[in-house]
T-cell receptor, first 113, second 112 residues
Framework: NAGVMQNPRHLVRRRGQEARLRCSPM?????VYWYRQLPEEGLKFMVY????????ESGMPKERFSAEFPKEGPSILRIQQVVRGDSAAYFC???????????FGPGTRLTVT | QQQVKQSPQSLIVQKGGISIINCAYE??????FPWYQQFPGKGPALLIA?????SEKKEGRFTISFNKSAKQFSLHIMDSQPGDSATYFC???????????FGTGTRLLVSP
């Protein structure tokens, strides 16, 4: 039973480029969460999605960041016009319902040069 | 109000000893308290979780103690092993709002 899958694992972008991070939840899980982890810090919630719906995006910056979880395919976190401060590890988690435990993927480490 | 405070920041324990990590919260609406273990370069792994209707939960060498009146919960790792060396995060969430609020992490080193 495959766990949460994220790709790419490492992503390097120049300032001003776009970054697309993908997340495939565990089989049977329809709830997806994105978190950001800065070096030596805890994880910060960004957005919570169910299929085709954004449930809570209170942790996501209003500009340049967007997320989607289409009916078919992985969830995507998109960062437009990246800046150096976007460099971080981005983790996706999934759960089977809104009261279950969240299971994390291996993360995508974004470096902005 | 939505913060979770975690201590200590780092911890060194001898092999076979007990590791204890503490967390405190303010928001009494929190009703789910998980602990995660993270190795360098990896994603957090769910270790054990508790809800406020019980005061203690044990799974193998890992135990959560929960004190509702003090708004505190702790992770105890019995018979700590070098393989337990990792960063541990406590977290909290409340029903209907599934986002987890994480503590700042505790870096545990178990010496051989």
């Amino acid at each position: 039973n495959a766990g949460v899958m994220q790709n790419p694992r490492h992503l390097v972008r120049r300032r001003g480029q776009e970054a697309r991070l993908r997340c495939s939840p565990m089989k049977g899980h329809s709830h997806v969460y994105w978190y950001r982890q800065l070096p030596e810090e805890g994880l910060k919630f960004m957005v919570y999605l169910q299929k085709e719906n954004i449930i809570d995006e209170s942790g996501m910056p209003k500009e340049r960041f967007s997320a989607e979880f289409p009916k078919e395919g992985p969830s995507i976190l998109r960062i437009q016009q990246v800046v150096r401060g976007d460099s971080a590890a981005y983790f996706c988690a999934s759960s089977p319902n809104d009261r279950g435990g969240q299971y994390f993927g291996p993360g995508t480490r974004l470096t902005v040069t | 109000q939505q913060q979770v405070k975690q201590s200590p920041q780092s911890l060194i324990v001898q092999k076979g000893g007990i590791s204890i990590i503490n967390c405190a919260y303010e928001n009494t609406a929190f009703d789910y308290f998980p602990w995660y273990q993270q190795f360098p370069g990896k994603g957090p792994a769910l270790l054990i979780a508790i809800r406020p209707d019980v005061s203690e939960k044990k799974e193998g060498r890992f135990t959560i103690s929960f004190n509702k009146s003090a708004k505190q919960f702790s992770l105890h790792i019995m018979d700590s092993q070098p393989g337990d060396s990792a960063t541990y995060f406590c977290a909290a969430s409340f029903s209907g709002f599934q986002k987890l609020v994480f503590g700042t992490g505790t870096r545990l080193l178990v010496s051989p």
